[in-house]
């Protein structure tokens, strides 16, 4: 195998290492841990010990450098977050093991130690240290867990200029280009928080959804089911729905083309991992049985069986309640929504309620639902980026000031006189109030007569489809922009009778990032602010709709990192949403 992709993913020796973990702590089976399972993580230990290093320049922290996560489009880094932790808890598992076959039989674990080479004492304390002072990489700034100590130093990738038919970008770019830009193959940080839910807060879970789905192209079919499971743990079933359906039919549909050449049978198991770990809401985190049960509102239920600790439990979701049934075993306590309960033979059937509350670490909403959607205009349901970029560039070269794509990116969303001012920190004079409005007026007048060339083509891909997802469900529709044109742009593009209230630039006396055009689309429709949501594109759009109470969608943000982290909920684009994920938020 290619060794950057391939040999440098140590973090295979953890994942198996916690495979042994998680099968005894389920089986209670000391045969298991000692003829073999024992061995597997000790020696596991062993070699992160001889691995990593204690980094002075970090406090001493225990680093490991040059590994490849999960995500195989991030080779050899430092300090990935899912391998550092795995390898924590390695080196954590193997003090308790020592410690587990100590008191069971001192004799044969003594016999063990000799086999492997290993004196106790000490290479338990090299093990705790290591366990103890192991670094995981955090961003204080965004209260962000990072995938990687370069994740933020890696420019973006540019998904919008990767067609469909480029993927998986392995197959048609070379992996020093993928390497270099912020783009994950798969679930990678989002997998660690799916192992050792307990060792992230609910909002941690939050935010790093919402950051590395904007950057993950999920070319690797491991990747949905993970996505899934995790948006089922922060309440999103709509999300959720979506990606679990992604894998369920990747060999029924043939999604990557390749199924002439056999299934993916780790994608089925996945797939049984959304389900069961996602809708179920199952976890065994150190030998706790615990569920979250959520139903989809596709589904009028679900249901599946396992066994945990010589118990076969059989849990049946139906509408707004959870059955569990002990169809053989001596009994279990474990916990459903964060509530203890237990089935026994005298008890074998319990058949509870499903709450409202997204998790067990967050509350119940404390919003009201949506029921307007407040759309943006250009960059949200239609482009005219390079529209505006020519007409701006234009007047540029006639004034001889420098201007590149660099400077328009911070001209969206800005109303027409501030980009004049933006654009004028490069001229080498002054101008006049008078001068400045007749630039202002010749860059519309070059604009507008691109934009009348303009026709249906250039609506967003899925913008259609959603908003006649939106309108079949019975959200109302409003748009809002800041612009003057955006009555014409809308009759270009087709999409005016979508939307029975249309504010634009003429209507209001202050442009974003002031909430006003937004305030008075929720007026025109009657609703409150926290009733609507508003999508996106820039982040003076998203100010906006924060200082007015509304909730936020950034579409198109994967390039603007601040866009993705204060926006209640982002996406690439809205074809890569459903309408019915709006109940999510």
């Known amino acids: ?21 998680r099968y005894f702590e389920a089986t209670a089976d000391l045969d298991f841990m000692w003829e073999m399972g024992a061995e597997i993580v000790l020696e596991t230990a062993r070699f992160w010990l001889s691995l990593g290093f204690y980094n002075q320049t970090l406090g001493g922290a225990f680093c490991l450098q040059e590994v490849t996560g999960p995500d195989e489009y991030s080779a050899l880094v430092n300090n990935n977050y899912y391998t550092n932790l795995m390898a924590q808890k390695n080196l954590s598992y193997a003090v308790t093991v020592l410690q587990l076959l100590q008191k069971h039989d001192p004799d044969r674990l003594s016999a063990l130690l000799q086999r492997l080479h290993l004196e106790p004492a000490g290479f338990t304390a090299a093990c705790q240290q290591a366990a103890d002072q192991m670094y995981l990489p955090y961003d ?28 998986p970008l392995l197959m048609h770019y070379h992996a020093l280009n993928i390497y270099r830009h912020r783009v994950s193959k798969q679930a990678d940080l989002l997998l660690a928080q799916y192992l050792w839910p307990s060792a992230f807060d609910a909002e941690s879970q939050r935010r790093s959804y919402l950051f590395y789905e904007a950057c993950t192209t999920h070319d690797s079919s491991l990747s949905a089911p993970i996505f899934a499971a995790m948006a089922c743990r922060l309440g999103w079933t709509g999300h959720a729905y979506r990606y679990f359906m992604s894998s369920a039919r990747l060999d029924l549909d043939d999604r990557q083309g390749n199924t002439a050449d056999g299934v993916h049978l780790a994608n089925m198991a996945g797939t049984w991992l959304a389900l069961t770990s996602g809708f179920g809401g199952m976890s065994a985190e150190n030998g706790h049985l615990a569920f979250w049960p959520r139903l989809p509102r596709q589904w009028e239920g679900f249901g599946f069986q396992i066994c945990f600790k010589g118990n076969r439990i059989k849990l049946d979701i139906h509408g707004g309640q959870a059955t569990y049934q002990l169809q053989s075993g001596a009994g279990l306590k474990f916990t459903h929504q964060n509530r203890p309960v237990q089935l026994s033979p005298d008890q074998p059937r319990l058949v509870l309620p499903l709450t409202a509350a997204k998790d067990a670490a967050r509350p119940a909403k404390s919003h009201p639902a949506i029921k307007a959607v407040i759309f943006d205009v250009d960059g949200v349901l239609l ?34 006189m501030d980009c004049v001012d933006i654009i004028l920190e490069k001229a080498s004079r002054t101008y006049s109030q008078v001068e400045k409005e007749m630039l202002a007026q010749r860059k519309n007048d070059a604009y507008l007569a691109a934009v009348a060339r303009l026709d249906q083509n250039c609506v967003l891909p899925g913008v259609v489809q959603f908003l006649q997802g939106l309108a079949d469900l019975g959200y109302r529709l409003a748009s809002a922009s800041s612009s003057r044109n955006a009555e014409s742009l809308l009759t270009a593009s087709g999409l005016t009778d979508w939307f029975p209230v249309r504010i634009d630039g003429r209507q209001i006396s202050h442009s974003k990032p002031d909430p006003e055009v937004f305030v008075k689309a929720a007026q025109a429709l009657g609703l409150d602010p926290a009733s609507c949501l508003v999508v996106e594109d820039s982040a003076a759009g998203i100010q906006a709709a924060r200082a007015g109470g509304f909730r936020s ?19 690439r684009s809205l074809a890569a949403l459903n309408a019915d994920e709006l109940a999510d938020w």
């Open 1 to 21: 195998a290619y060794f950057p992709a391939g040999t440098a993913q140590y973090h295979i020796d953890a994942d198996i290492a916690l495979a042994c973990r």
């Open 140 to 167: 204080e700034a965004n209260r962000l867990p990072l995938q990687d100590d370069q994740v933020l130093q890696r420019p973006l990738w540019d998904f919008a200029a990767t067609p469909a038919d480029k993927h």
């Open 383 to 416: 482009s005219t980026d390079e529209e505006h970029y020519q007409a701006w560039a234009l007047i540029c070269r006639q004034e001889g000031i420098y201007f590149d794509r660099s400077i328009n990116l911070r001209l969206r969303g800005v109303s027409r």
């Open 553 to 571: 969608l950034a579409v198109g943000a994967a390039n603007d990192d601040w866009l993705r982290l204060q926006s209640d909920s982002c996406a």
